[in-house]
């Protein structure tokens, strides 16, 4: 909808330091499901559409792909402000929109009637909600860098191994989601692992035999403590992910993305820079 005027949304009341808490922005055909306004808005125009927002504004809109992750992240916020109402380390969520300021009403009150204080997001079902936030990574691409990926992608599978194996103990480049992941792994931090709102995994193509170790060792030097990592050694993600079940999934690869699709995973597409 690039026609409508863009607004942007933030029903959170307690003031964050920008400098530590970790500010998430989502689109609101992400966190509510708005497919039939969308097409209503494709087909009719921007007039119509305007219209059928302002006379549903009391109607609250159906939760969408991501908001089972928003609701996650907000029972973090919860628990770490019962540990310390002081606490500043928090989410931030803020909803984007191209609604004009006349329709964008039915967004604010659908955040609030929900409680939502509020890399590309793929339509998926909604899911159950769940308290404990579930984040997954891939490691090449997405938590590390990219440079064994090109290695592999101009010499092969043996030159990547012979290169890993060189580059041993020099820790991995940072990939585009390592601050993230970094800014979780500080929250967790704050809880005892029993009883932390947050888990996180990381689930690669890497084999553990061969390129494993280098992986485990950048993530000791990183000072980034992952719950469970899972080298596949190219098998299928899906299956894995299935019993994970996690508010999202982020990876650079397509292919893996439209296998956690096929079984109902939230999932992120992290544009490769390749």
């Not at 307690?14 to 497919?35: C, G, S």
């Amino acid at each position: 909808m690039a026609e409508v005027e863009s607004t942007v949304i933030n029903t959170n009341v307690k003031q964050k330091d920008p400098n530590e808490a970790l500010v998430i922005a989502v689109t609101t055909r992400a966190i509510f499901n708005l497919e039939e306004e969308h097409q209503l808005f494709l087909t009719k125009g921007k007039e119509e559409y305007v219209k059928y927002q302002q006379v549903n504004e009391d109607k609250p809109l159906e939760q969408g792909t991501a908001f089972a992750f928003i609701q996650a992240t907000q029972f973090v916020n919860e628990k770490l402000l019962e540990r310390n109402p002081e606490e500043k380390g928090l989410f931030d969520v803020i909803i984007l929109s191209n609604n004009s300021p006349e329709s964008g009403m039915r967004i604010i009150n659908s955040a609030k009637q929900h409680g939502v204080s509020a890399a590309l997001i793929f339509q998926q079902e909604v899911q159950a909600p769940c308290t404990q936030l579930r984040v997954v990574f891939d490691g090449d691409a997405v938590l590390f860098s990219d440079e064994t990926d090109r290695v592999f992608r101009e010499k092969g599978l043996s030159e990547a191994l012979e290169y890993e194996r060189a580059m041993e103990a020099v820790p991995m480049g940072e990939g585009p989601l390592k601050a993230f992941a970094m800014h979780l792994g500080k929250m967790r931090k704050k809880f005892s692992q029993e009883n932390s709102p947050i888990r996180t995994y990381l689930v690669t193509a890497r084999s553990g035999r061969d390129m494993g170790i280098r992986a485990i060792k950048t993530l000791r030097e990183w000072g980034l403590a992952i719950d469970e990592a899972f080298f596949m050694d190219g098998a299928p993600k899906g299956p894995l992910l299935s019993q994970i079940q996690p508010h999202i999934f982020f990876d650079d690869g397509l292919h893996n993305i439209q296998g956690a699709q096929d079984i109902g995973i939230p999932s992120a597409l992290v544009p490769c820079n390749c």
